[in-house]
């Protein structure tokens, strides 16, 4: 049996989390139901910081905030002493309204507006990660006229290909993000920030892609970011205190999949940066990572319940379920494939062949292969390992109501998103008054 976290079979015989049945939880909250177990997201944010504080190196570990961002999720980062990643105005405000220091936040993104940059500085956040020369312009000129010296970082391009999914590279030489280090942009870049006066230019940083299972891709970065940082010190005189070298570690999808340890990855990363400081005679930077997806998407399960069955005899069985591309667009965007089994008879075999459909129009196939036991109508379905860009990618499509989430941990569990109801749904829609007159005209 696969089980993430604290998923284990209760004496009831269905799938448990955080002490708390599913089934249980499906019947209290309805579904779809996203369950995050706070007891595994704590136990991977200490396993993170405790595997570089091995390695005898100053690392802020810090929360990729869009895996899953809200409220919760951000206050328990916070609470571990981690620093947060932000990319939108919205993500910004969430870690402000959970009361994350606000130095400890970092705003990333490829096409920031003046409106988040004036926001980020009226804030006071502990840094921005410039990603291209526009920015470097307009937030030049924002801090200007707010009378501060903003700290930042540069994003640079590798050139590193990580095997993944093509729609979650980032750090290839084709790559929307960052300032290419091949052609020159990158020293292009750090020459222009190092003249800015109210910039104060940390360090640079990179980040090559997401749901990584290979430790070589970021052997590979990391030589490349410090290969960097010697061709600075030797070419402009500046040697930078600063190395981020983002996040992408990848998670247990389904039971066959083996990513690098948080051991290995902290292992591999500084022992790589370490033999090029010694190679290239540097002094040793003070390091950051930005894991999201490592540190909550094993933590979060989806319940569905189970509505249709369509039998096609020698063909497929399709076990509809009451959610699917408005709360899991993945599988869709990424062929990403999920395990799932009956919590309902969690502790009987999981032996019947069958692909698990959402309800949308669409082909809306969560999983096309999936083991369930003796799926009836009423069962609850759990899908592993939606903690990461599951809620976070959610959308209203065919007008569905975005679910609630509950944190579970010892036997309790809380609310900490609202269901949506129908009314939110509609919450923004308007009617232009001329369209109202020609309905009273038709009449």
Request: glycine letters at 8%.
């Amino acid at each position: 049996m696969f089980f993430l976290g604290t998923q284990k079979i209760n004496d009831a015989g269905h799938l448990e989390i955080g002490g708390c049945d599913t089934v249980e939880l499906a019947n209290e909250y309805g579904t779809p139901l996203f369950v995050m177990d706070e007891t595994h997201i704590r136990a991977q944010m200490r396993a993170m910081k405790a595997a570089f504080d091995a390695q005898n190196v100053e690392c802020h570990i810090t929360y990729a905030s869009k895996a899953f961002p809200c409220l919760a999720i951000a206050r328990i980062a916070a609470q571990e002493g981690l620093w947060i990643d932000v990319a939108s105005a919205g993500e910004l405000l969430t870690a402000l309204r959970a009361d994350f220091p606000s130095e400890r936040i970092i705003f990333h993104g490829n096409n920031k507006s003046v409106d988040e940059l004036e926001m980020a500085i009226r804030s006071q956040i502990g840094r921005v990660i410039v990603d291209n020369f526009d920015e470097l312009e307009m937030l030049d000129r924002i801090a200007g006229e707010a009378g501060v010296r903003q700290a930042i970082m540069l994003r640079l391009t590798p050139r590193v290909d990580a095997h993944t999914h093509k729609l979650i590279q980032t750090g290839r030489i084709d790559t929307k993000f960052g300032f290419n280090i091949d052609g020159g942009s990158a020293r292009r870049a750090v020459e222009t920030a190092l003249k800015k006066e109210n910039l104060e230019l940390l360090g640079v940083g990179c980040h090559i892609g997401s749901q990584i299972l290979d430790a070589p891709f970021f052997t590979l970065a990391a030589t490349i970011m410090v290969e960097f940082l010697a061709q600075i010190r030797d070419e402009l005189g500046v040697e930078f205190e600063h190395l981020d070298l983002g996040g992408g570690l990848g998670v247990r999808y389904m039971p066959e999949q083996t990513p690098p340890s948080m051991e290995e990855y902290a292992s591999t990363l500084v022992g790589t940066v370490r033999a090029g400081l010694e190679k290239f005679g540097l002094a040793t930077p003070h390091l950051a990572i930005e894991p999201g997806r490592s540190l909550v998407g094993e933590a979060g399960t989806t319940l569905y319940r189970v509505g249709t069955i369509k039998r096609i005899p020698g063909v497929r069985t399709y076990v509809s379920v009451d959610g699917g591309l408005s709360d899991n667009p993945r599988p869709a965007l990424y062929e990403a494939r999920y395990f799932a089994l009956n919590a309902s008879r969690a502790n009987e075999e999981q032996a019947d062949r069958v692909a698990i459909a959402g309800k949308h129009c669409e082909t809306d196939v969560l999983i096309e292969e999936a083991d369930l036991a003796s799926p009836t109508r009423g069962d609850i379905v759990a899908v592993y390992a939606t903690g990461a860009y599951n809620y976070a990618m959610a959308s209203n499509y065919n007008r569905f109501r975005r679910p609630a989430v509950v944190l579970a941990s010892e036997g309790q569990a809380d609310l900490i998103i609202e269901r949506e109801t129908l009314e939110d749904v509609l919450a923004h829609d308007l009617l232009p008054q001329r369209l109202i007159q020609k309905d009273t005209a038709a009449v």
